[in-house]
């Protein structure tokens, strides 16, 4: 399920997200939903989220923080 989370650790630091055992899961459906892809491919939201994150990092980590904030965490 969040096979990619590992990779994203400084990521969701700088999104001002801690990464728990409790959070993983609605961490990994925000990022599904940013990504645009159905929840459990977590293939092609990894391939998303490198490309996204190649393209412009700051947008990235921007609209993880707003989709997160907007969770009401």
């Known amino acids: 399920m969040t096979c990619y989370l590992k990779h994203l650790k400084e990521t969701l630091r700088k999104a001002g997200i801690e990464l728990t055992s409790e959070n993983r899961q609605e961490?990994?459906?925000t990022i599904h939903r940013i990504a645009g892809v159905n929840y459990k491919?977590?293939?092609s939201t990894w391939k998303e989220v490198k490309k996204q994150i190649a393209e412009?990092?700051?947008?990235?980590i921007a609209k993880l923080k707003a989709e997160w904030s907007r969770q009401k965490h």
């Open 27 to 29: 961490i990994d459906r």
């Open 56 to 60: 412009n990092e700051e947008a990235f």
């Open 41 to 43: 491919n977590c293939p």
